[in-house]
């Protein structure tokens, strides 16, 4: 008589830990850290080059002691959230009516999608002219290089909500603005901060483009008023802001993700 084999049972990973995680996703920037005050300390790496970690601590309290460092992150801040705002709530509007409706994807993809492929940098000049030098055109950059990720991920999500759920809701009598607020925006949740996190991210980058349009304030001012004096220090603090705020950004849209979807948190030992 033969006995049929029993696979073996699969091994469940074992949850891994919280503070062994953080411990490894620290290791990279550790070592950049340690590589830099090597090369600054043996004189491998110039000053004129890049500054030590001492320095650009020192370049840090210098500005922020004086008020520069904290008014200009006010002035940077203020540029990239109202561009992000502007943008982002655009791109989700756009996205829900060609999303949502057979001729409002008729009458707008094709022009945004068009729009979409030419790269954000290039209204630079056109801006300048039809907007000046000022906050208009900055704001404006800030909004086009953030509407198009909101509006692809709206859109998408939007178009892949199951349409037989949306039928059974209008079935209630529900119009159909109470449909999209209450059906579709939900079920596309995932999609739209997905979007958000894109459209965060290219905020900063459309951000560092704007301050090159002939700035008096913010950050990108103070990267320009170091590169005349050579202060390859305050350039670096300049930087590393730079990325904080990209870092901060994207922690952002991680935190609302945590908080609205919940059992999307990931709990085994490998993402």
Known sequence: MTTALVPPRPRLARPRRRGVGTALRTLGPLALLGAWITASASGLLSPSLLASPGQVLAAFGELWSDGQLGEALRVSLTRAGSGLAIGAGTGLVLGVLTGFSRLGEELLDSSVQLLRTVPFLSFVPLFMVWFGIGETARIVLIAVATSFP??????????????????????????????????????????????????????????????????????????????????????????????????????????????????????????
């Open 150 to 271: 909101m509006y692809v991920s709206a859109s998408g999500g939007v178009r892949n909500t199951d349409r037989k759920l949306v039928e059974a809701v209008r079935s209630f009598g529900l119009g159909r603005l109470a449909v999209v607020r209450q059906v579709v925006l939900p079920a596309a949740l995932p999609a739209l901060l997905s979007g958000l996190r894109l459209s965060m991210t290219l905020s900063v980058i459309a951000l560092i483009a704007a301050e090159e349009i002939n700035s008096t304030a913010g950050i990108g001012y103070l990267m320009s008023t170091a590169q005349e004096y050579s202060r390859t220090d305050i350039l670096t603090v300049c930087i590393l802001i730079y990325g904080l705020i990209g870092l901060v950004a994207d922690g952002t849209v991680r935190g609302l993700e945590r908080l609205l979807m919940p059992w999307r948190t990931p709990t085994g030992g490998s993402r």
